[in-house]
């Protein structure tokens, strides 16, 4: 016999979903740094359980603050990068 099983989106977690979506905004995971949309939260959530703990660490914020936060990580990984290049460009000079 062949058993098919199917999970449906907690109630929790749908909620969460559709108060993301009638804000405006996206679900962010703090603990992995992972954003996600309404829609792909739903999706994703619908094959695999989320659990409550994982509910309750969500946050509901705006994609922009995302973005922000990528283009200072590049901004500082940037000015490392041509510190450290000087750096060796000055050692071979000598």
Same mark, same amino acid.
């Given at each position: 016999?062949? &058993?098919? #099983?199917? +999970?449906?989106?907690? %109630? *929790? $977690?749908?909620? #969460? $979903?559709?108060?993301?979506?009638?804000?405006?905004?996206?679900?962010? *995971? !703090?603990?992995?740094?992972?954003?996600?949309? !309404? /829609? *792909? +939260? &739903? =999706?994703?959530?619908?094959? $695999?359980?989320?659990? /409550? /703990?994982?509910? &309750?660490?969500? %946050?509901? @914020? =705006? !994609?922009?603050?995302?973005?922000? $936060?990528? +283009?200072?990580?590049?901004? &500082?990984? =940037?000015?490392?990068? %041509?510190? +450290?290049?000087?750096?060796?460009?000055?050692?071979? @000079?000598?």
């Amino acid at each position: 016999m062949l &058993k098919i #099983l199917v +999970f449906m989106l907690s %109630q *929790d $977690a749908r909620k #969460l $979903a559709d108060e993301a979506k009638s804000k405006g905004m996206w679900l962010y *995971d !703090p603990s992995y740094r992972w954003w996600y949309s !309404p /829609e *792909d +939260f &739903k =999706h994703i959530f619908q094959y $695999a359980n989320a659990s /409550e /703990e994982f509910l &309750k660490g969500l %946050q509901i @914020r =705006h !994609p922009n603050e995302g973005i922000q $936060a990528g +283009f200072l990580q590049l901004n &500082k990984l =940037h000015t490392k990068l %041509q510190v +450290f290049t000087k750096r060796v460009v000055d050692y071979y @000079r000598k």
